[in-house]
């Protein structure tokens, strides 16, 4: 087998799940040459301006980092980009659009760490997307990077079980660390033959995850409990799922859990002091941490005797 030579690799990529490829690169016998990661933003409370995730571990390396706001528009930036000379780009939720002089840069252009099995879920919230459609799996996608959105030949995948417990912050741990893993096995097939094999994706079987609103959150107690379930699991802790109480303030819904019992109260109906909660087709979903408007997180059975909640209160 010929030996494995190390490559010259820009690394793109901005939030925590970057951060598990990023350090595996570091590890392997390559050479991160350059880092590229969103500009520094207020976050938290004070709105105090932070780097990236992805920025913190460049610089603790002693990895140069590139933080433009945008590489469309900045011909300064592109052509900085280029004057890197690499071999490949490995681009991880980096954030930003490349554009065809960026993709073609590198000898072996510009490989992508996708976080879904595509062609299903394309787009920018594939983890959450899977969840609540009732997914039975996911995975990662390594593929290599065209102008379309994530339209790309697939150069390697990985599949995961998604359980009746799998959240998004579950699964995309396990998807993090498991796009480090095949990121490492895709450049050491690229490190000693030079190129990769690649399939066309199937456009036909192609869906979209698109970036999550604030109102996706939002709970129809019409629906099943299996779907509400789904939609908890899969949009904390962003967009958060939500609900408005009967004296019209907001209650975040953290946990919950599907009961298999029948309710036939109207869905909806808070049906007592154990959190249980009435749902479309007469199933039920019973309520485990919450967190009323103004207030903390806390479970069930503090936000009723605190009068947060009542029993027999109709949520909408």
Known sequence: MPE???LRIAFMGTPDFAVPVLE???DSPHEVVCVYTQPPRPKGRGQKVQPSPVHDIADKHGIPVFTP?????????RAAFVAHTVDVAVVAAYGLILPTDVLTAPKHGCLNVH???????????????????GDIE???????MEEGLDTGPVIATRAVAIHPATTAQSLHDELAALGAVLTIEVLERLGRHKKLAARKQDDNAATYAPLLKKDDGRVDWRKSATEIDRQIRALNPWPGVWT?????????????????????????????RLGHVACGDDT???????QPENAKAMDIASAINGGYLAPDEMLS
């Not at 706001?69 to 930036?77: H, M, N, P, V, W």
């Not at 099995?117 to 969840?131: D, E, K, N, T």
């Not at 209650?251 to 009961?259: D, H, N, R, S, T």
């Not at 039920?284 to 919450?290: D, N, P």
């Open 4 to 6: 494995i030579t190390p």
């Open 115 to 133: 976080a879904s099995l595509l062609p299903r879920w394309r787009g920018a919230s594939p983890i959450q997307h899977a969840i609540w459609s």
């Open 24 to 26: 595996a690169l570091i």
């Open 138 to 144: 996911s995975g990662i996608s390594i593929m290599q």
């Open 244 to 272: 408005m109480t009967a004296d019209d303030k907001r209650l975040k819904i953290i946990a919950a859990g599907k009961i298999d019992e029948i309710f036939t109260e109207p869905p909806g109906t808070l049906v007592d």
């Open 284 to 290: 039920c979903i019973r309520l485990a941490t919450v």
């Open 69 to 77: 706001k945008t590489l469309k528009r900045d011909e300064g930036a």
